[in-house]
């Protein structure tokens, strides 16, 4: 055999050998890439992304676009090519997988996780978007979750509102911890609630034996759930998008909302993307993946990106050609980015930089 070929031979031997040494080895990384972007003023699966029934509602032209970013389920493991692969792609990220599964996170504790963040992120765009709007909201203190085999498993559910503690009305939901650690363990404590779905204010009365929980090194009185805010909206605000997870779109489903119930358009007919965690007072929050939305928005054709004042920076260190980052910090602040955007006010707005 000629020298030359032998040579070819032991190399391509050689790059096949690593080649499947790399396809088995198995490394702590996980991989994220753009995922889908949904106009939150259109329809996804055949069906309106926002459903208002109870008020008046008008045609909302343009785009508000929410973003996402798809990751590697939390059990599974990239393999070595894997990776390289993703850290050479422009549009892919490779990450440390306790970065984004942290304690061995399964994939159905990190889907729940996802979901309930989804969830609450809804919930706090329909009551930005009324607050913005002048809109009054009530708010009352639910029961946000239940402990599996807590003293009040199969005796509080998730969604009752609660009234009082021992006949001591609950006016925040601070006031449940207080009234039960008044308690010692093993006493008895009395609920009264609005059981979920009940007409009117139609109460019940609800008896628990306390439990014990040491965590700080003082034993003290628990019942095992988890108090929180719910708010009573003047009408129906249904937000249909199934297989998304996660907080990031709050903004720009208040936005979406927004739009829906005034008159015109608040993009002005251009295509505006966006993220960011929205609390019930308006604050927008940062989110993770910026860099792989930007990137997701763009391919789609956004013109405009609202920013999380916290993501600006990262943002900025590799923005999509086309694609200009407008920095908002509140629903206020993406508001006002908005008009500019209709007047085509474009060196108005409040840009993002790297620094």
């Not at 960011?276 to 763009?298: N, Q």
Request: hydrophobic share 40%; proline share 5%.
């Amino acid at each position: 055999m000629p020298r030359r070929t032998a040579t070819l031979l032991a190399s391509t031997l050689t790059l096949i050998a690593l080649l499947c040494v790399g396809l088995l080895m198995r490394v702590p990384y996980a991989e994220m890439s753009p995922g889908p972007t949904v106009n939150t003023l259109g329809e996804h699966d055949g069906a309106p992304v926002l459903q208002i029934s109870g008020h008046r509602t008008y045609p909302a032209g343009g785009h508000l676009n929410m973003t996402t970013v798809r990751v590697t389920s939390a059990d599974y493991s990239m393999n070595l090519v894997e990776a390289v692969a993703g850290w050479l792609a422009h549009d892919q990220k490779v990450v440390e997988h306790d970065t984004l599964y942290p304690q061995g996170q399964t994939a159905e504790q990190a889907d729940q996780e996802n979901a309930e963040e989804f969830t609450q992120s809804q919930d706090s765009a329909k009551v930005a978007a009324l607050k913005e709007l002048g809109i009054p909201v009530g708010s009352q203190v639910i029961v946000s979750t239940v402990v599996k085999d807590a003293p009040s498993e199969g005796k509080l559910h998730a969604g009752e509102v609660i009234k009082a503690v021992d006949g001591t009305p609950v006016k925040a939901a601070g006031d449940v911890a207080t009234l039960v650690t008044k308690h010692q363990p093993g006493q008895k404590v009395v609920f009264t609630v609005v059981p979920k779905g009940a007409k009117g204010d139609a109460t019940k009365d609800v008896t628990i034996t306390t439990g014990t929980s040491d965590d700080d090194g003082k034993r003290r009185a628990i019942v095992g759930i988890q108090a929180g805010v719910g708010h009573t909206l003047p009408f129906t605000i249904d937000i249909k998008l199934a297989d998304v997870g996660g907080p990031s779109a709050g903004l720009m489903f208040a936005l979406g909302i927004v739009d829906k119930l005034t008159p015109g358009d608040l993009t002005g007919g251009k295509f505006v993307a966006g993220t960011g965690t929205i609390d019930d007072d308006g604050k927008v929050g940062p989110i993770g993946g910026i860099d792989m939305k930007t990137i997701g928005a763009r391919s789609k054709g956004a013109e405009y990106f609202l920013t999380p004042a916290d993501n600006c920076a990262e943002a900025a260190q590799d923005t999509p050609s086309g694609l200009t980052l407008v920095k908002v910090g509140t629903i206020g602040d993406a508001m006002d980015a908005l008009k500019d955007i209709r007047a085509g006010k474009t060196a108005d707005l409040p840009s993002c930089s790297a620094s």
